[in-house]
């Protein structure tokens, strides 16, 4: 019996119910920027599991971590104290506006958490939520009604009620949504999924004031440009604004699933005794896995290597869009969170770009329908970079 892609393929290809469409290729190992599938096939990763393992797979301090705490102490519920789970909240707290801290077990969990707290604060019939359009926020029913997509609605209806949703950089728009029962304005400070879009700084000042004047809660999802992905710890360092609420997951254990939603003492102190709760949130093993990972991020030099790096691809992409303008306008992002933004002849090729790009053994992928998504671990080297870059330039002549 073979043990390579196929028979794997064939297999699993059997027993899902189709929520995916997946690459053709069954991976097995990983080791910083490189995958290795069931054949034997190496990949350079510019995905990162969804902007999630950014320090490289299976980074050998996280690994130590993890298995450590998995020879001590794997799972006790939230009905005790955890070491890895409060030295998590303490290195959080620490090192962002927040006081308190609450962990689920994704980025969903952690928006759910944070719509309950807003509802719960703000209180008296004040219910509302107004996210923006091209938003993504998760896949439950409410974050599915937060998520400002038509298509992530549709067969679910009917939704939970109370989210609404504002034209994407118009501030007039938002404020007319706002009525008596609005309780927070829910944002991506730069939209990940809907195609690498950063809300402009002055935007989001505005938003900001919004909230101040109307007396609404700002949470900012940072559930993908968290834990250093654009060159911060959280993008909002870097953007001017602070928000009242912030929620964090995919790179925070840099692969074990964990959320977090931060916020001060103040608005934290209205979630009381049961009023929300996770069995697994913040469990030993990823709370561990996040520590270490925390730790490396923020360690002296980190952070200013992701910004450069950042800088130098979001160079080398620009000026692949300046090679080929019938397929790319140009480059938008921030840190390592970048997007090559595809004119309607290039949309047309997304697909079958990325697919090409599989086949020569890099990995990345096509997002909103609009550019090419570029994630890496944030250790990526400027030589991988420039890998890529020679992929794409080959792929893209190609295509015109
Ligand atoms: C901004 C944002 N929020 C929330 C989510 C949902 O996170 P999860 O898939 O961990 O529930 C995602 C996932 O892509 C995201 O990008």
Known sequence: MSHGNSSWMERSNKVFISTYSRFPAVLVKGEGCVLEDADGRKYLDFLAGIAVCSLGHCHPE????????????VHVSNLFHTQPQTELAELLVSHSFADRVFFGNSGAEANEAAIKLARKYSGAGRFEIISLAGSFHGRTLATVAATGQPKFHQGFEPL??????????????LEKLISPNTCAILCEPLQGESGVRPLEREYLAKIRQLCDDKGLLLIFDEVQTGIGRTGTLFAYEQLGVVPDILTSAKALANGLPIGAMLTSDTIGSYFTVGSHASTFGGNPVAAAAAVATVKIILAEGFLAEVCAKGEYLAGKLAGLAAKYPTLATGQRGLGLLQGLVLTEAGIEQGPAIVQKLFERGVLINFAGNAVLRFIPPLVVSRDEIDLLIKELDKVFAEFI
């Open 62 to 73: 996280v690994t130590r971590a993890i298995c450590a705490q998995a020879a001590k102490l």
């Open 160 to 173: 939970p009620s109370g989210f609404l949703h504002a034209e994407f950089g118009d501030i007039a728009a």
